[in-house]
């Protein structure tokens, strides 16, 4: 099993796209998923916003989180989470 998990920096929180994919001997697929996460900075804690199990997911998740194209405001709401205002 490969787990690959990629960090995307922000200025209050971090976005990770996790990557996890498993093959039997013979080379064809038995699990794929890939899941965002949102961290607030300064916390350990992560919080699940997106998965999905069709293969390549990872990069779009990856390509929509650099181009701002996830919204994070309605779980930060519901997170109860207080971010530093920058």
Do not use: C, W
Request: aromatic share 6%.
């Amino acid at each position: 099993m490969t787990s690959k998990l990629k960090t995307i920096p922000g200025l209050t929180f971090n976005l990770l796209v996790e990557e996890v994919n498993e093959r039997d001997r013979e080379g064809r697929r038995l699990l794929y998923l890939a899941s965002v996460y949102l961290q607030v900075r300064g916390s350990s804690r992560l919080y699940l916003i997106r998965r999905s199990r069709l293969p390549g997911a990872a990069i779009l998740f990856e390509r929509d989180a650099r181009l701002g194209r996830i919204d994070v405001g309605h779980f930060v709401d519901v997170m109860k989470v207080n971010l530093p205002i920058a």
